[in-house]
C-alpha cells in the first residue's frame, strides 16, 4: 500500500483519490478551501430564492463516459446517485441579424441548424470538418485520454507514427484548420473551443477540432442539482472508497530527497508523508520551483461572470424570436469580428467586443448568469458591467440597461484567482504562443519521482472529462500494491 498525497479536490483530484482508494492505497486529500470541487465548486452560492449559486464554468457535461467509467470501477453506477439530462438547444446570435438554434447532439443536426442560421454554405464545410476531426480523434483518442503525456515524442508515438503526426498537423492553428467554413459567425462559434481551451484561434493547435465534435458526438449534458451536486457525488465516491480529505490545508511546498518526493508541507509546519503527490492544482512551479511548469502568461484567460436579474419586459427581441418553449435556456453572443475581439483578450482590459455566454437559472427564468473570456489581468472597474449591459443591449438581448434591470453579483479575475488558488485567475493553464507550443501541454509525469499532475490542465486536455479521465492514467502509473507491506515505491 502507497502513501499518496493529493494536492486539490477539485474534479481530477477526487477521481484519482476514488480510483487509488478503491485500490487500496492510502490516500489523502489537501484542499485549501473550506470545501472540496474546485472549478465544480460554486464561487457564489446564491440566497436559495432570487440568487442561483453560481460556478465559474457552464455547467456542462461533455464526453461523459469517463465519467460514467470512474463510477463503474469505484463501486457502483453513476445513475445510482446522478441523473444525466441533455442539455437544452443554444441559441446564438451573431453580431448582424443572425441567429441558429443548435441542438445539443448530432453532428449532421448542428451543421443543418448552422447553415438554417447562417447560410446554406456552411453545412458542407462544416461536415467536412467534422469529418477531419473524426478521423483525428480516432488518432487522438488513446494518447489524449489513456497516456500521461509527455514530451513532443510522446504524440509521435501515441499516434502511431508519422500518419498521426501529419494528422495532428503540429505548425497548424485551429483558426487555420476552421478558414474554410465560410461564415464568419459560425467560426467564431468555434473559435470558443480554443478560448475554452485556455489559448486563442491562432495559438491553439489544430487538433483542438476535436473538441468540438466531441461534443456534438456525445451530447452535452446537465445534472440536476448544478455541478455542486456532482462535486458531492465525487467527493461521497472518493471517501466511501477510504480517501480522507482534509480541508482549510494550505501546502507549502513539497519535500524530496534525492529525486523522489518524500512528503507535502503545510502552513501549520506539519509534514505529511507520501510515497506519491499527485498535484491537482495550478502553477506547481511554487510549490516546487525546480519543476518545469508554466508561469504566467500574457495570454492568460479568465472569466467575468455577472449574475443578473432580468424582469421579463427587459427581454430583448432577438430572444423574444427564438424562444423555444417560452425561453431558450442558453444564449450565445458572438463578437463583430471575431480577429479583433481575439486581439482585444490578449491585454488587460475591458473587451469592446466579445464572446458572452448566457444561462438562465433552472429555478428562474428572471436569473440569468452571464459569462465573458477576458484576459486574466483584467482588473474590474466601475465601467464593467455596464459595458457588458450595454452590449448585451446592442444585441438585442435586453430591451434596456435601466428600470429594474438588477446586477446580483460580479466577479472578476481577481476574484477567480482568490477563490481557485490559481495564477492569474486562469481557468485552463498557460496559455501558448503558437499551435506547436500547445501540443506541450504539462504532463501527468514529472522528472521528479513519485510526483504527479492531474486534471484538465494536463495533456489529456482542459474540460471535465479529461480531468476526470486523468484520475484513471494516473492509478495505471502507480499501479496495485503488492502483497509486501513495505510501502517504498519500489516495491509498488
Known sequence: MARVVVIGSGAGGLATAARLATRRHDVVILESAAEPGGRLRPVLPGDGTTSPAV???????????????????????LDDVLELHPAPETLVLDAVDSSALVPSVGPSAIAAALADGFGAAVEPAYRQLMSEAAELWQVLRTPLLETPGGSSR??????????????????VSFARACSDVPAESVRALLDLEAIDAGSLPTYAPAWTITRPYVRALFGEWTVP????????????RATARGATIRTDCHVTGIDVKGARVTGVRLANGDVVPADWVVADIDGLEQLLPRISDPGRSSLDLSTLVIVLHVPSHHIGPRLREREVDGRPARVTVLPANRVAAARELMTPKMPTDAWVRIERSFDSDEVWVVRMPVNAGYRVDDATVPSVLRLLS???????????????????????AAHLQTVGGRLSGAARRSPRRGLLRPPMTTDVGGLLRAGGGVVGGPGLPYAIQSGEVIAEVIGRPRASSDRSPDHI
Open 225 to 236: 442539482g448544478g455541478f455542486a451536486a456532482l462535486a458531492a457525488a465525487l467527493v461521497d
Open 394 to 416: 446592442d444585441r438585442g438581448v435586453l430591451t434596456s440597461t435601466t428600470d429594474g434591470l438588477r446586477v446580483l453579483n460580479a466577479l472578476s479575475p481577481a476574484a477567480v
Open 55 to 77: 460556478t465559474l464554468v457552464p455547467e456542462i457535461v461533455t464526453l461523459p463516459a469517463p465519467l460514467r467509467d470512474l463510477f463503474n470501477k469505484t463501486g457502483g453506477s
Open 154 to 171: 510522446w504524440l509521435l508515438d501515441a499516434a502511431g507514427g508519422l500518419r498521426g503526426l501529419r494528422l495532428v498537423r503540429p505548425q
